[in-house]
């Protein structure tokens, strides 16, 4: 019986990993994040692993795949390393990320971003402010939500940026997380669906504690905010709001446009709120889309201002007098009175059609013999701004006024004006752009003729230059002459891709009513104080999808061979479009399917279960009364 009950219990136990082949619990020591990578990806599916107490030093990204997790014992911390010459970070790449988000739950560890030892010039990309070293990011996409994520009992402190950052999400919840000094947002919801954030404590510093940006369905409850006063390194302390709900359109941090969706059913409630610095919930919405179903109702406010929106004077509520859930809802319509709020224009390029003429400014001469003349660059047409750089399209877009007259020292000279020309030569050398006019004037003298008449004598010519100059001077935009791409053509289908060159704004696949843009660049249109018109451009890289083309990565997939007239290609710099005729063809070979490494486990298996049943098959029929 003894030995029956043993085979039962090998045969159970083999059947039971045989249905969760490929999850695994890994337990790692401290050790360096490529060691904390390679046991994420060898955890196989629905696996797990563990942090040991112990600091673990990041040198780099963790990045965690889809249905696994990630678990802290208490005492396990993941510190930025200050032994570092430049950021590993950006505003693309966080600490720790999640890339491909589904079924992930981030618990029970430390994260420091250790900000306060480290470069404070880190922090922030080239026209953005503190949108580096983000703790945890969960980022999926418009066309492929993430789902299903959980980030609880975390101590997340001492970022550039923001503590969690979740981007089209449908299915969050944060946590019971502790998160002090992470000076952009502590959790930031942006474009996302069924966002929660319960029993968290956050000490703020600038931006907010909470913000919903584009969200759908999310709730606030449970959780402490109060002002951070500890140090920073430089950054501005008292900058920040509680929570912040509204719809941004589009966002610096490399966000891009997230109009397509709107904010409505967000509930704000049973929190307290002490003093984070500015407004204890600031409704901010700059979006000509109406939102709806905004509550905010039964929190504590201590020594703040209750409620804010942007440029709506709200009733005098207090701490005595609180807003009820209907009054809280209706201040969101009242929004909708001011036109155009904080309105930007996204222009499709970057090309400006301004003439000198437009500008009042007044050119002052100088003498130079019989010319005064002068030249004033005012700035320049076609003007973008990418990565801090200003670019143009060519030398000729500067926008230049002169001025050419007749010296007038000149008024008791006896003589007249023939002609007068000028001409404008650009150039750019050493940073400097240097506009230059020569002026060609054919004069004469007055002299009396043997009659005694005025006549005008000999034509006589002088020369003059004058210059501006114009420091530090955009650079000039490299143009390609054209754009080509690479197509693979299979049996049955043909993947194809317009190749990036140079500074690349946009690319976009049309097959009939079907199109995938591929956005890399999204620019807003502003204005010196002078009148001069420029494009500011911010990169992202996200798709813009109508129809159903197929696409894997970069690639765009046709199931047919390939034919120039079933698919366009158009790309875009800031100032020009190319439509890409030109492609390589590689004949390919469909690839095999891969053999899943577990599959050589189960046949291992199989066989030795098939070995221990045959050794044990008298026992086996005896147990179950087989004859």
Known sequence: MQKNIKLFSLLILFLLLSGTAGAETITLNPCSQDDINTALK???????????????????????????????????????????????????????????????TVKGFEIDGNCLKLNNDWANSPGHAHDQEQLIKAIGSRNNFGKNIIISNMTLRNAFGDGIQARCIDGIICESNTIINCQHESIYFSASKHCFAFFNEMAVITSDGVRYDNCLEGESKGNKIWKYSGDSNGAYKGGANGFQVGDAQVSKGYDGRKDWITTKNITIHDNIISDPGRQGVLLDDVSRNPASNVYVHDNIFVNTTELRTMGVHVDDYSINNPPSMEESEKIFEKIYDIQNLLSLEYPENAVTQQTADQFSYKVIETENGKIAGGIKILGFNNLSIIDNQSYISDPKDAIIKTSVIRNPSLDLWFGGIEDIQ?????????????????????????????????????????????????????????????????????????????????????????????????????????????????????????????????????????????????IQVTASTPYKKYQVTEFEIIEKEAPKEPINPWFYAKIVFWVFLSITIRFYWNEIKSMFGIE
Request: glycine share 8%.
């Open 42 to 104: 060898n955890a196989g599916e629905n696996g797990t692993v563990i942090l040991t107490a112990g600091e673990y030093p990041l040198k780099g990204p963790v990045y965690v795949p889809r249905n696994i997790n990630l678990i802290g014992e208490p005492g396990a911390k993941f510190l930025v390393s200050s032994d570092i010459s430049s950021p590993w970070f950006s505003p693309t790449v966080g600490a720790v990320n999640l890339f491909d988000p589904f079924n992930n």
């Open 422 to 566: 000028r001409d404008v030569n650009i150039s750019i050398e050493n940073d400097t752009l240097t506009a230059t006019m020569t002026v060609k004037m054919t004069w004469y003298n007055y002299q009396r003729n043997k009659l005694g008449k005025l006549t005008a004598g000999k034509l006589q010519t002088s020369i003059a230059t004058f210059n501006d100059s114009y420091y530090p001077a955009p650079r000039v935009i490299e143009q390609p002459a054209e754009i080509k791409g690479i197509i693979y053509q299979y049996s049955d289908h043909f993947d194809i891709k317009a190749l990036k060159q140079g500074i690349c704004k946009d690319i976009t696949y049309q097959s009939g009513d079907n199109t995938s843009k591929q956005v890399f660049l999204v620019g807003t249109r502003n204005q010196t104080a002078e009148g001069v018109k420029y494009t500011e451009y911010s990169r992202l890289e996200h798709w813009e999808e109508e129809g159903n083309l197929t696409r894997f990565g970069d690639w765009i997939q046709v199931n047919r061979t390939y034919d120039p007239s079933i």
